[in-house]
Nanobody, 127 residues
Framework: QVLLVESGGGLVQAGGSLRLSCAASGRPFGNYAMGWFRQAPGKEREFVAAVSWNGGSKYYADSVKGRFTISRDNAKNTVYLQMNTLKPEDTAVYYC????????????????????WGQGTQVTVSS
């Protein structure tokens, strides 16, 4: 069992930045890939970004490429999502999740491949 706690959400104006953090406990953090998802009101949860166990591979949704950066610090059991140039359409609850495997490829990024989820943190971008 793993416990994930997200933080860093809030209200920001369009064009601003936020950094989300996700602290993990209860499982060897460095053994698994990690990801961020988001869910806006009335919409399905969608993939945002993921990072492999050692940070060597990173994947991003097309909608956030060039604006968001995922990173991890295995010594601190924490994964981050730096979000720059935020847009109103980035408004959502953001969730971090633990992948079932260490490695990532384009075919294993769906939410079904992640088996532990945080409670989420709200990000609101005003226009």
């Amino acid at each position: 069992q793993v416990l994930l706690v997200e933080s860093g959400g809030g209200l920001v104006q369009a064009g601003g930045s936020l950094r989300l953090s996700c602290a993990a406990s209860g499982r060897p953090f460095g053994n698994y890939a990690m990801g961020w998802f988001r869910q806006a009101p009335g919409k399905e949860r969608e993939f945002v970004a993921a990072v492999s166990w050692n940070g060597g591979s990173k994947y991003y949704a097309d909608s956030v490429k060039g604006r968001f950066t995922i990173s991890r610090d295995n010594a601190k059991n924490t994964v981050y999502l730096q979000m720059n140039t935020l847009k109103p359409e980035d408004t959502a609850v953001y969730y971090c999740a633990v992948h079932r495997d260490r490695v990532l490829y384009s075919g294993n990024l769906a939410s079904a491949n992640f088996d532990s989820w945080g409670q989420g943190t709200q990000v609101t971008v005003s226009s």
